[in-house]
């Protein structure tokens, strides 16, 4: 079955640095979004990005965040100055429409660690 | 009031067990309704899927929503130890477009079987 693939699983960055998370989405689908998970704490939405452009946002998803799809497979979330605070499980997820028949299938995550 | 409620136990059961998993809600405006299973470490992956009100069922699996009491739940028929993971419930609304894949999730229920 395909799956959504993220990389890389572990990263561990200093305050104040740039990261970059990346997302290979399932091939044929066409709305990408990305989540966090704080530890211990709920799964919560970031941003949402169809047609190469960002469709919503949470208030979390400030101007530190950024997304792009570089390429057809590639879906990437840039953190621009890391905060201690950004440490979290990062989840990408892709559907095929955003309509009921589609439900949203996860990646396994990477662990942003910021020290 | 939190969007989304759910105990998140933990819940030991044995196995063989019936287990009962519910959430509940206050935006009247979620239409889409979901489990989600999650092991340690890793994505969500969806269990069971429901679009308004009624029953869905799938193997051991079912999955019930009550929108006049904001009320889902999950049942778990011969629980096994494989089913020991967090249990997240989550929902969305019908705004069209990428606001099907915008999650809102519950806290998650930590589920233990033992053999």
């Known amino acids: 079955e395909p799956e959504v693939t993220q990389t890389p699983s572990h990263q561990v960055t200093q305050m104040g640095q740039e990261v970059i998370l990346r997302c290979v989405p399932i091939s044929n689908h066409l709305y990408f979004y990305w989540y966090r998970q704080i530890l211990g704490q709920k799964v919560e939405f970031l941003v949402s990005f169809y047609n190469n452009e960002i469709s919503e946002k949470s208030e979390i998803f400030d101007d530190q965040f950024s997304v792009e799809r570089p390429d057809g497979s590639n879906f990437t979330l840039k953190i621009r100055s890391t905060k201690l605070e950004d440490s979290a499980m990062y989840f990408c997820?892709?559907?095929?429409?955003?309509?009921?028949?589609?439900?949203?299938?996860f990646g396994n995550g990477t662990r942003l660690t910021v020290t | 009031q939190k969007e989304v409620e759910q105990d998140p136990g933990p819940l030991s059961v044995p196995e063989g067990a019936i287990v009962s998993l519910n959430c509940t809600y206050s935006n009247s405006a979620f239409q889409y309704f979901m489990w989600y299973r999650q092991y340690s470490r890793k994505g969500p992956e969806l269990l069971m899927y429901?679009?308004?009100?009624g029953n869905k069922e799938d193997g051991r699996f079912t999955a019930q929503v009550d929108k006049s009491s904001k009320y889902i739940s999950l049942f778990i028929r011969d629980s096994q130890p494989s089913d020991s993971a967090t249990y997240l419930c989550?929902?969305?609304?019908?705004?069209?477009?990428?606001?099907?894949?915008?999650?809102?999730f519950g806290q998650g229920t930590i589920l233990t079987v033992h053999p």
């Open positions: 997820a892709s559907t095929t429409e955003g309509r009921n028949n589609s439900p949203l299938h």
């Open positions: 429901t679009y308004s009100s």
């Open positions: 989550a929902m969305s609304s019908n705004a069209g477009g990428t606001s099907y894949g915008k999650l809102t």
